[in-house]
């Protein structure tokens, strides 16, 4: 209930306990029950919107999953900076891009959220494991022809998983095409029934 109508039936309140039970007159009844409902709009804190809903979620869970984004890229960019192959690094610090330009447009446009979903929650945490295993795997100092190969399959997967987040991040930037298209189309509409 907002705040000036709770205030609002507290004064009357007050006004009708003034003038009936203690038997006030009708100017002092009035006044008791203005200087109640004044006091009530001082006190009363204002009521705490319920948080719409953005994507089937509220505002606080997209908020979070924002943040949740956001920390995942900056772990991957901090991985990526450690690995001692500057061929790699680069390649990593490549894939932190898209995946920060993503991350901006769904905080940006929180309605995306639900169609980023995968990415935010598998393929992100997938990369950040994959590249830390990289990591653990030269830090151990490996040189077996496995282990090679290994590697070698590594540089092959940072391709398919930048080309993997540029599709994300094109389906997203279609989704937003598409919706100013939309706008464009029905405000054209609009000022041509007017005769704008």
Do not use: C
Not at 16 to 23: N, P, Q, S, V
Request: glycine share 6%; hydrophobic share 45%.
């Amino acid at each position: 209930m907002k705040k000036w109508v709770l205030a609002g039936l507290g004064g009357a309140a007050a006004f009708l306990l003034a003038l009936l039970l203690l038997r006030f007159s009708f100017p002092w009844s009035v006044g008791v029950g203005v200087v109640v409902w004044l006091l009530l709009t001082l006190v009363l804190p204002e009521p705490v919107p319920e948080a719409p809903k953005v994507a089937g979620m509220t505002t606080r869970e997209a908020q979070e999953a924002i943040r949740e984004a956001q920390a995942k890229v900056r772990r991957l960019r901090a991985l990526g900076r450690r690995l001692p192959a500057a061929k790699v690094r680069l390649r990593v610090s490549d894939i932190s891009q898209v995946a920060e330009v993503i991350v901006d447009g769904l905080e940006k446009d929180p309605k995306d959220i639900p169609a980023a979903r995968r990415f935010l929650d598998y393929y992100l945490d997938a990369t950040i494991t994959v590249v830390n295993r990289y990591k653990d795997l030269l830090d151990r100092g490996g040189s077996s022809e496995q282990v090679q190969e290994v590697l070698g399959r590594f540089e092959g997967l940072l391709d398919a998983i930048h080309a993997t987040f540029e599709k994300q991040r094109d389906r997203l930037l279609r989704d937003d095409v598409l919706d100013l298209d939309t706008d464009i189309t029905v405000l054209k509409r609009m000022m041509d029934m007017e005769g704008l």
